[in-house]
């Protein structure tokens, strides 16, 4: 970095010719005291320091002032760090200390836990969390009115909407898929001397406290199904059917076009669940190859898959 001078070097810092030793660096040179710290002021002890913006910082101020510090505990990031799909940057380590939120695989340090919580939420997916049914109508009034727009119609049917814990939801479910589900479709079956005479549907069944994009995710998803059974679809496989109903909840988060629906679809899209995330590839395929409205028409009138 230093240099003797041979000629008559100008100093980028005052500007005047420099007699005697000078300092080379950054693509111009310097009077030894005019090389200095962007972040302290002072001129540098030894041959080291870091560059920002085309300005020189002594490697602690560099530390202190300009590098990227952890989401989790606020030190400054050295060396290797993760960044995680939000963005946020975060130190190696805590990848293995913090549970993930069950709902954006965001990192929750034991400070940000909800205390008597048995669901990891992160304080982000808490702030739009969906906790009654005056929050959750008007979403899904949207969910329907996007379906009604793309050509899934319910005969005027009246749907009822709830929210419930994850003991409700089992029961509603019958267990089936329930530790994946986070909706169900209620329904009501009519019998007459014990023999089952129709199914009259409800409507659907969310879980309580879910983020508001994710919700309107799984009530697109759950009214799939009742599509399915009002146009009489009743022989699809479970694959199929959770494909089908699966694609509706993609295709709403693609339109939606937020940083949270994408983070949800791209998950649909990498799901290696055999039902859930093979059936969605398999129908989604099947749309891109004939189209979209001719698969539902195609549904609506051979009651199965093209």
């Given at each position: 970095?230093?240099?003797m ?6 100093c980028?810092?005052c ?5 005697g ?19 302290c002021?002072l ?9 920002h913006e085309?300005?020189?910082?002594h490697p602690?101020?560099y ?20 960044v ?7 130190c190696r380590?805590?990848?293995?200390q913090f549970p993930?939120?069950?709902?954006c695989g965001?990192?929750?340090?034991p400070q940000?836990?909800?205390a ?6 992160c304080?982000v997916?808490?702030t ?9 109508r ?6 329907v009115?996007?379906l ?12 009822s ?9 089992a029961?509603?479910?019958q ?9 169900a479709t209620?329904?009501?079956?009519y019998?007459q001397?014990g023999?089952a005479?129709r ?6 069944a ?9 919700f309107?995710?799984?009530a ?11 146009n009489?679809?009743s022989?699809?496989s479970s ?12 295709r ?8 949270e629906?994408?983070?949800h ?11 859930y995330?093979?059936g ?12 979209f ?5 195609t549904?609506?009138?051979?009651k199965?898959?093209?």
């Open positions: 970095m230093h240099g001078n041979t000629g008559q070097p100008v980028k810092g500007r005047q010719a420099i007699q030793k000078y300092i080379q660096a950054l693509g111009a040179t310097w009077h030894p005291d005019h090389f200095v710290c962007a972040g002021g001129p540098f002890q030894s041959n080291s320091f870091q560059v085309a300005l020189p910082y602690e101020c530390l202190r002032l300009i590098a990227p510090r952890c989401a989790y505990c606020g030190k400054p990031l050295q060396g290797q760090y993760l995680d799909h939000w963005g946020q940057k975060f380590e805590h990848q293995g993930s939120c069950a709902y965001r990192l929750v340090s940000q836990r909800e008597g919580s048995a669901v990891v939420r304080p997916c808490r739009t969390a969906i906790e009654t049914i005056d929050e959750a008007p979403l899904y009034s949207q969910c009115r996007w009604n727009s793309h050509g899934l119609r319910y005969n005027n049917l009246k749907l909407l709830e929210l419930c814990d994850r003991a409700r939801l029961i509603l479910l267990d089936v898929h329930s530790s994946h589900s986070l909706g209620t329904s009501a079956i019998t001397n023999r005479m199914t009259e549907i409800n409507g659907i969310i879980l309580q406290g879910l983020p508001a994009t994710l309107q995710g799984v697109v998803h759950e009214l799939g199904h009742v599509w399915l059974i009002v009489g679809i022989n699809l694959r199929a059917e959770e494909g089908f109903c699966e694609l509706l909840s993609y709403y988060y693609l339109d939606a076009n937020t940083p629906s994408l983070y679809s791209r998950n649909k899209e990498h799901n290696q669940d055999p039902i995330g093979e969605f590839r398999g129908v989604h395929a099947i749309s891109e190859a004939v189209g409205q001719r698969l539902l028409e549904l609506r009138t051979t199965d898959l093209p």
